[in-house]
């Protein structure tokens, strides 16, 4: 939203957050920080950010949600709002908006365990819990699908209908997209099986 370093003098500096390339970027090397604040902090500690979401072009930008989904979720000590003041956006002239301006933001606290794991065993859990959004979000889309095409549905017209609606960066992200698919209707109680090859949801 603000570039720091050399924006009026000196040279852009490599960890300026405010340099990066691109959301994706941002939200990686932020991460990397709030991750390196962890280990800085005393056990039973807390440790955070202040940050507020952004739109531009159109497009919502809600760096606070990305945070917390990118951070240990069991660690999470308060999600504090606040008026933003003297914000950017106050001093300029825009036209007919269908939104309210952006004009608070969020702190962002953590607290570190009294009980220390390695950094291995911490970085484990969080990608179980990746995982497991993972997972979660195949099985809406699974839902999602076996409602529309009337609560059940042979196994192939199920993967057109996810080839044809479901978002291409998550197709394209995972290549083994139909198994998690047959995996999904096998192991969640959401669904059941009828016949071979066809299945419905669950009553």
Not at 2 to 17: F, R
Not at 38 to 66: C, H, L, M, V
Not at 95 to 105: D, V, Y
Not at 180 to 186: A, D, P, S, T
Request: glycine share 6%; net charge positive; with cysteine.
């Amino acid at each position: 939203m603000i570039v720091y370093s050399g924006a009026v003098w000196g040279e852009a500096h490599p960890n300026d957050l405010s340099r990066c390339v691109d959301d994706d970027d941002f939200h990686e090397k932020l991460q990397a920080v709030l991750l390196n604040q962890r280990e800085a902090t005393k056990p039973g500690g807390f440790y955070g950010t202040i940050i507020g979401d952004w739109r531009r072009n159109g497009r919502y930008t809600s760096y606070q949600a990305e945070a917390l989904a990118r951070m240990p979720r069991d660690e999470l000590a308060a999600v504090i709002i606040k008026a933003q003041h003297n914000e950017m956006s106050s001093f300029k002239s825009y036209g007919r908006m269908k939104l309210p301006m952006i004009s608070h933001e969020y702190i962002l606290l953590w607290s570190r365990p009294r009980h220390i794991m390695s950094a291995l065993s911490t970085l484990s859990n969080m990608a179980r819990e990746q995982a497991q959004r993972v997972r979660s979000t195949w099985k809406a889309i699974v839902r999602t699908v076996l409602v529309g095409l009337g609560g059940k549905a042979p196994l192939k017209d199920i993967y057109d209908a996810i080839a044809k609606n479901a978002p291409a960066e998550k197709l394209a992200s995972n290549t083994t997209w139909q198994a998690k698919v047959r995996q999904c209707l096998q192991l969640s109680s959401d669904f059941t099986w009828l016949e071979r090859g066809v299945w419905a949801l669950a009553a």
